[in-house]
């Protein structure tokens, strides 16, 4: 198994607050991604990174930010959290070999 | 935009049934595609993949074959078992492993 640790496994939280999400990878691969799961909806991208300090917005970034500040961390931090951002949080890292490797999830609880 | 469309389910069937999960895909360039499975609790986890037309991925007894004529991946397998229950999802990318597309997910329930 790739070496992807999501921290924590469940929060739950009240609207207003902030929360940071992280993610660490002991593989050294160079994208690091942020997706929110939610029924009906599959998997969504949140933002993305392709290096430190490298990120970019993907589909639902409204409302989040992340840094990568290094090669092996990727935290994602909801500046104050509200009813929609409950769901669970995935982090997936991928080289070029075009395989992405998922986190075991957050289960993120916003009341 | 790229996008990945595929039937949501729940799909349940009985144990050595056959199994056909459609999907299908709308893309600029040409894509890679995939399979992923995600087991109740845990991350998602390749399950196979096709890097060009006509290639067959294969894994586990689950094949999918990239149809580019029909814009298809669908994933197929002869007998399932009650192991097998899962959400599959079926995805591609365009550039290079840069940035993947989902499609929703399909549940499926396998029965003793």
């Known amino acids: 198994d790739a070496g992807i640790t999501q921290s924590p496994r469940h929060k739950v939280t009240e609207t207003g607050t902030p929360v940071t999400l992280r993610c660490h990878q002991t593989?050294?691969?160079?994208?690091m991604y942020w997706y929110r799961q939610d029924p009906g909806h599959g998997l969504r991208l949140i933002h993305y990174?392709?290096?430190?300090?490298?990120?970019d917005k993907g589909e639902v970034s409204d409302g989040y930010s992340v840094s990568r500040s290094k090669t092996e961390d990727f935290l994602l931090t909801l500046e104050s959290a509200t009813s929609s951002q409950t769901s669970v949080y995935f982090c997936?890292?991928?080289?070029?070999?075009?395989?992405?490797?998922f986190g075991s999830g957050t289960q993120l609880s916003v009341l | 935009g790229d996008s990945v469309t595929q039937m949501e389910g729940p799909v349940t069937l009985s144990e050595e049934a056959f199994l056909t999960i459609n999907c299908t895909y709308t893309?600029?360039?040409?894509?890679?595609l995939f399979w992923y499975v995600q087991y109740p609790g845990e991350g998602l986890q390749l399950l196979l993949k096709?890097?060009?037309?006509?290639d067959k991925g294969s894994n586990k007894g689950f094949e999918a074959t990239y149809r580019k004529e029909t814009t298809s991946f669908h994933l197929e397998k002869g007998s399932v078992q009650v192991s097998d229950s899962a959400v599959y999802f079926c995805?591609?990318?365009?550039?290079?492993?840069?940035?993947?597309?989902f499609g929703p997910g399909t549940r499926l329930s396998v029965l003793p």
């Open positions: 096709a890097t060009k037309a006509d």
């Open positions: 997936a890292i991928s080289e070029s070999s075009e395989k992405l490797f």
């Open positions: 995805a591609l990318t365009t550039n290079y492993g840069q940035n993947f597309v």
């Open positions: 990174s392709y290096g430190v300090k490298d990120t």
């Open positions: 593989e050294n691969h160079r994208y």
């Open positions: 893309a600029t360039g040409y894509p890679s």
